[in-house]
């Protein structure tokens, strides 16, 4: 039924074009795979939960221009006014600003001074009204309560005795344990886990501790401070207008600049925005002159071989005998080159998870690469199979 006999002895025959024709499509189904696997990853990366409302999230940054300013009577007053405001839910210090790619962290332990092992967390400080402000699930314990605050100079160093932990942060540290309650350390002092919030993503999105976050009921007096202010739902165009007029009247002796938290986000995955563009650009521009390549090389095998078709027209071969004869030709070159390019992005994938830190290619990716691969070589290659079984019997008894 299938020629497989004339068709792998033609192509013994043009091995140096079968044999490019392959290479070309390894070396796709090599480029494409990997750029696939890093495009998905960094697709996984940015639409991961941030556990924040993150769209109706106003940031504010300020910088009191006096030396001697007083920040705790500024951020008292600052923040009666901004929760005061008609369009906004809650508002909330906070010394760094989430996913905006500024934090601080800190490495933290279960035992008083160990050395290693335990986490490494992004820490904010904040108060009570963090949870509120930032649409933030507390799934365990309760919040921090005006007794719980602290407020000190930049130059004091004091250690909050009570902490909210992230989910994550809670289960990398007590594993299968109840956190609530235990004590974390930084040093020698203890301090309790008296709440834990479902999910924070914290500062750096693309940290590999990112989800690991502690929360201190405390402020430090410096010369600059953050505020988060939530706003209800379509309110916060509205309320962005206002905050920095509201500010600056309350108290014109500072600097204050408005942001959103999306565009902070937005920000914050710029760099993988572009790579996932740039690398989807060049899959699909190697995918396209892949199939022109293709298109070419067996265009003009057909119109070096119209004697050949003559004779099988002449002999009775029907139109889809001959069109299915270079249909399977072409499988056979693309198998070639499926199965050389298969090896090949496997041991790429190696080096690039080896050196890069980039995800493990597996089966299911590259199997539908090579699918789509193989596609596309067969619908490269089906045009000029079905002009060359088009040759009528007259034409090609005449090319004899």
Wanted: charged content about 15%.
């Amino acid at each position: 039924m299938f020629e497989f006999k004339p068709i792998l002895s033609t192509l013994w025959h043009h091995k140096v074009s079968a044999l490019l024709i392959a290479l070309q499509l390894a070396l796709t189904l090599v480029i494409v795979s990997n750029t696939l696997l890093i495009v998905t990853d960094r697709m996984e990366k940015m639409a991961r939960p941030t556990g924040m409302d993150v769209e109706n999230i106003l940031t504010v940054n300020f910088l009191a221009i006096p030396q001697d300013y007083d920040m705790a009577g500024a951020v008292r007053a600052d923040l009666d006014m901004l929760r005061a405001l008609p369009g906004v839910v809650d508002a909330t210090p906070s010394h760094k600003i989430p996913l905006s790619g500024s934090g601080s962290a800190n490495a933290y332990h279960t035992q008083p001074n160990q050395k290693t092992g335990g986490a490494i967390a992004n820490y904010y400080r904040t108060d009570l009204h963090f949870i509120k402000s930032l649409g933030l699930t507390l799934v365990a314990g309760r919040n921090f309560t005006q007794t719980d605050m602290q407020v000190f100079a930049p130059n004091e160093q004091r250690q909050a005795p009570v902490i909210i932990v992230t989910r994550q942060l809670a289960e990398t540290l007590f594993p299968g344990e109840d956190a609530l309650g235990k004590p974390l350390y930084n040093g020698n002092s203890p301090m309790e886990i008296i709440g834990i919030v479902e999910r924070h993503l914290g500062a750096w999105p693309d940290w590999s501790s990112a989800g690991n976050v502690v929360f201190f009921p405390a402020l430090r007096t410096t010369q600059s401070m953050n505020y988060l202010v939530r706003t209800e739902s379509g309110e916060r165009d509205r309320v962005f207008k206002l905050l920095a007029d509201k500010l600056a009247e309350r108290d014109p002796e500072r600097v204050i600049k408005v942001n959103t938290l999306s565009n902070r986000m937005a920000r914050s995955y710029a760099g993988d925005n572009m790579m996932v563009k740039v690398l989807s650009t060049v899959g699909a521009m190697l995918g396209f002159i892949v199939a022109l390549g293709i298109v070419g090389l067996t265009s003009f095998w057909i119109n070096q071989r119209t004697k050949q078709i003559g004779v099988r027209r002449a002999l009775g071969a029907t139109r889809t005998n001959i069109s299915r004869y270079f249909l399977l030709e072409n499988s056979l070159i693309a198998a070639t080159g499926i199965a050389l390019g298969a090896a090949a992005a496997l041991i790429a994938n190696q080096y690039l998870v080896r050196d890069y830190s980039q995800p493990v290619l597996t089966l299911l990716p590259l199997a539908v690469c090579a699918l789509v691969i193989l596609l596309i070589s067969l619908g490269a290659a089906l045009a000029p199979a079905l002009r060359a079984a088009n040759i009528s019997p007259a034409t090609a008894t005449r090319s004899v």
